[in-house]
């Protein structure tokens, strides 16, 4: 298309969001999508927009809007049309590859620098399905006494990852490995933390359209047969690889919460504890080793 065919100005770009996208949302989510696309897009501020809203876009600009606008319109999350996400103090890559990170997980972090806020020497922590890199590149971050190994299935996973750590200048060791077959991995720690797929096919019809369209799958649904596959192999590991005294951190599914429990006490080697979400759900375990 010749560049000279565009011309939107920033008041029209906003209105055809308000045209072509009514039947998804309100005006005021409208609006505030509008503009923070602009601002992350664009580096424009609010103040910006709203002092200059005749301003005209550059091609290349009204390109991105156009395209942002499509992925919109097809309920894509906000996080993956910008390519990034905002985690407790980080700011982190994602894209289609990864689970978007949630609020809940940065309770489990939250969790974790409590406990460890103090420690006088180095602790190694492993992290079991690291996606982004999220919890690991915040408890390296909060506490540099860690030193931490982040674990995925997926060489373009962990690529991400690693591009996260680079940019938030964070130092972890990434390791390729399948979750399931944890027995050929020889790693002693003293903490483990992980929150790994646990949504069963079951619950897809109670799930936001946005959610099932776009995130992927091998990250957030586990067997309907078997929902708590991943828990056990992390258990079975720690049996052999976590120190006595060391710690074990799940974020799980709290449909579930029975049946942890008799999975976490089937082992008969660590001290429950429960912590709730801001839903007021048991959705987090620590389990303290014998």
Known sequence: MDDKTFSMKIIEGRDLYRIQLKHLHSINEIDFYYKLLIQSFFNMS????????????????????????EGLKEQKPLQYIIGEVQFRNLKLKVNSNVLIPRPETEDLVDWIIEDYINIEGSKK?????????????????????????????????LDLAFRNAKENKININYIKHDLTKL????????????????ITPN????????????????????????????????????????????????????????????????????????????????????????
Do not use: W
């Not at 103040?47 to 600009?61: C, D, G, K, N, R």
């Not at 399905?129 to 674990?151: D, N, R, V, W, Y």
């Not at 599914?253 to 029975?258: I, T």
């Open 125 to 157: 922590l492993v992290d079991f399905g690291t996606g982004t890199g999220c919890i690991a590149i915040s408890l390296a971050k909060e506490q540099p006494l860690f030193e931490i190994t982040a674990i995925d299935i997926d060489q373009a996973i």
């Open 46 to 69: 609010n103040t910006i927009v709203a002092l200059s809203p005749e301003s005209i876009f550059e091609s290349e600009q009204e390109k991105i809007i156009q395209n942002a606008l």
């Open 183 to 198: 027995e050929s991995l020889d790693l002693k720690v003293d903490i483990i933390v992980s929150n790994p797929p646990y």
């Open 203 to 290: 619950e897809r019809e109670t799930m936001e359209t946005n959610v099932l369209n776009h995130e992927p799958h091998q990250a957030l649904f586990v067997p309907q047969d078997d929902p708590l596959l991943f828990y056990r192999a992390i258990l079975d590991y720690a049996q052999l690889n976590l120190i006595k005294k060391g710690n074990l951190y799940f974020e799980f599914n709290p449909l579930f919460l029975k049946e942890m429990r008799n999975l976490v006490r089937s082992y008969s080697s660590y001290i429950i504890t429960e912590r709730k979400d801001i839903f007021d759900k048991v959705r987090m375990l620590r389990l303290e080793k014998k």
